[in-house]
T-cell receptor, first 114, second 112 residues
Framework: GESVGLHLPTLSVQEGDNSIINCAYS??????FIWYKQESGKGPQFIID?????DKRQGQRVTVLLNKTVKHLSLQIAATQPGDSAVYFC?????????????FGKGTKLSVIP | ETGVTQTPRHLVMGMTNKKSLKCEQH?????MYWYKQSAKKPLELMFV???????ENNSVPSRFSPECPNSSHLFLHLHTLQPEDSALYLC???????????FGDGTRLSIL
C-alpha cells in the first residue's frame, strides 16, 4: 500500500527561530492531512489539519502548506520555543475508501536549543 | 488533554495472562480507535468503532479482542500475547470520519 514519509528524522532549531518540518505523501488521492505533536510519555496531540481544496492553513504560531503537485506537506512553527520539542507526525486520509483510516509517517524529532 | 482517558498507564503481563485495556472519551465523539505504536514504526491502526459498530479491522491477531459497549467506552481484551506485542497502545476518538482524531496518553504494555 501507499505510505506517508518524512524527509528528515531529526531537526535541531535555535529557540526563537522558525522551524519547518516536511512530509512527502505518495497517495495522490489523499484529500485530508493532519499534523500531530507527541511529547515523551504522552499521546499524539492534534495541531492542525488541512483538506485538499486548500493549499495553506494557519493556526496559532503554526502554518501548514500543502503542495498537491509534488505531494508535499509542511508544518511551519514560528518563533520556536523549548516547549515545541517533540516528535511531529503527519498523517493522510483518503475519503473515498476506509474513511476512518489515517496513514501516519514515522515522525520527525524536533529539538529546540535554548 | 483529559478528553480521552486510558487505564492502566503501564501494564506488565506474562504470555499466559488475560488482561484488558480501558479507554473512555469525554468529547461526545461517535468514533473510537485502537492504535499500536512500536519503536521506530508508524502508528498502526488496529480497530475502529463508529456508533458502537466495528467499521475497520486491520488484520489484527485474534489474541486482541476489542469491545465497545457504548460510544464513550472502548476496551481491548488481551490474551496469550507474544513478546512482539510489547508496545504503546493508544486510544483515540473523533466526531466522525475525516475529522481530527484525539488521542489518550496510552498504555505501555510489556510482555514477559
Amino acid at each position: 500500500g501507499e505510505s506517508v514519509g518524512l524527509h528528515l528524522p531529526t531537526l535541531s532549531v535555535q529557540e526563537g527561530d522558525n522551524s519547518i518540518i516536511n512530509c512527502a505523501y505518495s497517495n495522490s488521492a489523499s484529500d485530508y492531512f493532519i499534523w500531530y505533536k507527541q511529547e515523551s510519555g504522552k499521546g499524539p496531540q492534534f495541531i492542525i489539519d488541512i483538506r485538499s481544496n486548500m493549499d495553506k492553513r494557519q493556526g496559532q504560531r503554526v502554518t501548514v502548506l500543502l503542495n498537491k503537485t509534488v505531494k508535499h506537506l509542511s508544518l511551519q512553527i514560528a518563533a520556536t520555543q523549548p516547549g515545541d520539542s517533540a516528535v511531529y507526525f503527519c498523517a493522510e486520509n483518503y475519503s473515498g475508501a476506509g474513511s476512518y483510516q489515517l496513514t501516519f509517517g514515522k515522525g520527525t524529532k524536533l529539538s529546540v536549543i535554548p | 488533554e483529559t478528553g480521552v482517558t486510558q487505564t492502566p498507564r503501564h501494564l506488565v503481563m506474562g504470555m499466559t495472562n488475560k488482561k484488558s485495556l480501558k479507554c473512555e472519551q469525554h468529547l461526545g465523539h461517535n468514533a473510537m480507535y485502537w492504535y499500536k505504536q512500536s519503536a521506530k514504526k508508524p502508528l498502526e491502526l488496529m480497530f475502529v468503532y463508529s456508533l458502537e459498530e466495528r467499521v475497520e479491522n486491520n488484520s489484527v491477531p485474534s489474541r486482541f479482542s476489542p469491545e465497545c459497549p457504548n460510544s464513550s467506552h472502548l476496551f481491548l481484551h488481551l490474551h496469550t500475547l507474544q513478546p512482539e506485542d510489547s508496545a504503546l497502545y493508544l486510544c483515540a476518538s473523533s466526531q466522525d470520519e475525516i475529522q481530527p482524531q484525539h488521542f489518550g496518553d496510552g498504555t505501555r504494555l510489556s510482555i514477559l
